[in-house]
């Protein structure tokens, strides 16, 4: 007879556990992300997950504590610090998740050299490229002191032995897809694997105040653990996102034990590695076409960060029944409702058009805040009348044309206004929530009728 329950079936991508096959996940609604595994045995599981018992500990009271020795370590990068909330905390874990050949692996070496010019070691393992490769890459990099070390090594328990013996002050892992533990049975890169050798990575952090960084590849085809598997068991999660062919790239916090995850680090991808942008408005702004219709310079708040960026729309007459409409990096049914508000409030025939919208570099926006940039830019697409350069437009657009206040009116404008933006279309009701600011001019609409006219 089978043994029963001899394996077990996770969700690659959030390690959703059952008995048996399924197409959805239940927990995160991704398909076909099902494969199976073999069950490790709990008494198994348990030993490795807790390894040697310790001895029962003395509960402390708050004021006890020393927090002292919570002293950050400075990447050495601003951007990077300010996402991990000041500098890397001492026996903290942090995943750093993204896309393969985002740039996870040049960040964490980049991160690497700024460290080993300040501790005493720094320990770099891979288990995805020879210590050649590694070179190869460190070359392109720079200079790299004697403090930092390399290794090639996938196994776990020797990654173990290998930190203990040399007490480095930073560890990272790229990536924990390539990590076993030997007592378990399934392949690296699956459910089980990735959550115990986290499970001995937080440990040892834990226990040797040792700082370890974790690389965790977010997969498309789920034939690897997705980070998400594990972002419940670190410190910090960070994801680098951005667009594989243009060259910036953001890192973003998604959890942060130490810190807010309203932070963002900026950096563009140069033939050196990557290098920190620290007024992305400009970097973002850089190509923008002067005088050409369709195009607004808006401003998204990423956290604390204001950010100016410039929204394209291109209207124009359809040829079939049935008008076309694309939205890059924005919400496409955001899209098809604000263009439905056009229509019924301002009359444009807009079902006769083709519409295309597009951030420009390759962002994705959510913010409500865009909407009334976007309205005057389909608006001037329509009429091919362009909005005069230096002239930020921020606003949310209601269904019955009305313009909404939005938070953080005063970031967007100071930014606008260091950028020498000289004109500001915002809504009506945010003008008095703020603070008088000279040298340029506010001008508060209540409708997107306003609006229009506001611009002639
Ligand atoms: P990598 O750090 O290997 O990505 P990940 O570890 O996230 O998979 O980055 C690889 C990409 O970065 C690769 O396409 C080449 C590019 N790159 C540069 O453009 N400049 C550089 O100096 C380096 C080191 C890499
Ligand atoms: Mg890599």
């Known amino acids: 007879m089978m043994k029963k329950n001899a394996s077990v079936f996770f969700c690659q991508e959030c390690g959703y556990e059952s008995a048996k096959w399924l197409g959805q996940c239940p927990a995160c ?6 494969a199976e595994e073999p069950k490790v045995s709990t ?6 997950s807790s390894g040697r018992r310790s001895e029962a500990k003395e509960p402390v009271s708050l004021k006890h504590i020393d927090s002292d020795s919570q002293d950050r370590i400075s990447t050495g990068m601003a951007e990077l610090d300010q996402v991990l909330g000041g500098g890397i905390v001492p026996g903290s874990l942090v995943l750093v998740g993204g896309d393969p ?8 070496l980049q991160v690497c050299r700024n460290l080993a010019d300040r501790l005493e ?11 050649q490769q590694i070179k190869l890459r460190a070359v392109r990099i720079g200079e790299f002191s004697d403090s930092l070390k390399l290794l090639c090594e996938t196994n776990l328990s020797d ?3 290998v930190v203990l013996k040399n007490r480095p002050q930073v560890v990272i892992i790229d990536s924990i897809q390539t990590m076993f533990q030997e007592e378990i049975s399934s392949a690296p890169g699956s459910v089980s694997q990735v959550r115990e050798a986290t499970g001995v990575l937080m440990r040892l952090a834990k226990e040797q105040n040792i700082a370890i960084f974790i690389v965790g590849h977010v997969t498309k085809e789920g034939t690897v653990a997705g980070p998400r598997v594990l972002e419940h068991m670190v410190d910090t999660v960070l994801y680098f996102e951005g667009d594989r062919h243009a060259s910036y790239r953001i890192l973003r916090g998604v959890k942060n034990r130490f810190g807010s995850t309203n932070e963002i680090g900026v950096f563009e991808m140069t033939d050196t590695g990557l290098r920190e942008v620290a007024n992305p408005s400009e970097y973002m702004l850089s190509g923008k076409p002067e005088g050409a219709s369709g195009s607004v310079v808006v401003c998204m708040m990423e956290g604390t960060r204001p950010m100016l960026l410039e929204v394209q729309a291109l209207v124009c ?10 939205a890059a990096g924005m919400d496409y049914n955001r899209l098809n409702l604000l263009m439905a508000v056009l229509e019924k409030r301002l009359n444009l025939p807009l079902s006769s058009y083709d519409a295309y919208v597009n951030i420009a570099g390759g962002v994705r926006l959510s913010e409500p805040a865009l909407d009334l940039g976007l309205v005057l830019a389909i608006i001037s697409s329509y009429r091919d009348v362009p909005i005069p350069d230096k002239t930020l ?3 949310e657009v209601g269904l019955s044309g009305e313009v909404r206040a939005v938070g953080m009116s005063q970031q967007r404008v100071q930014e606008a206004k260091r950028l020498g933006f000289d004109r500001i279309i ?3 009701s945010s003008l008095s929530q703020m603070k008088s600011i000279t040298g340029i001019r506010l001008e508060g609409v209540s409708t997107v009728r306003d609006a229009m006219e506001v611009l002639g």
């Open 43 to 48: 008494s198994r599981g348990k030993m490795a």
């Open 121 to 131: 070691q720094v320990l770099y393992i891979s288990g995805e490229e020879s210590l």
């Open 426 to 428: 915002l809504p009506k």
């Open 159 to 161: 990654i173990e032995a």
């Open 317 to 326: 007459r359809t040829n079939f029944g049935l008008p076309r409409r694309t």
């Open 29 to 34: 609604h991704e398909w076909n992300t099902f």
């Open 101 to 108: 050949g985002i740039g996870k692996s040049t960040l964490l």
């Open 393 to 395: 437009v921020f606003g």
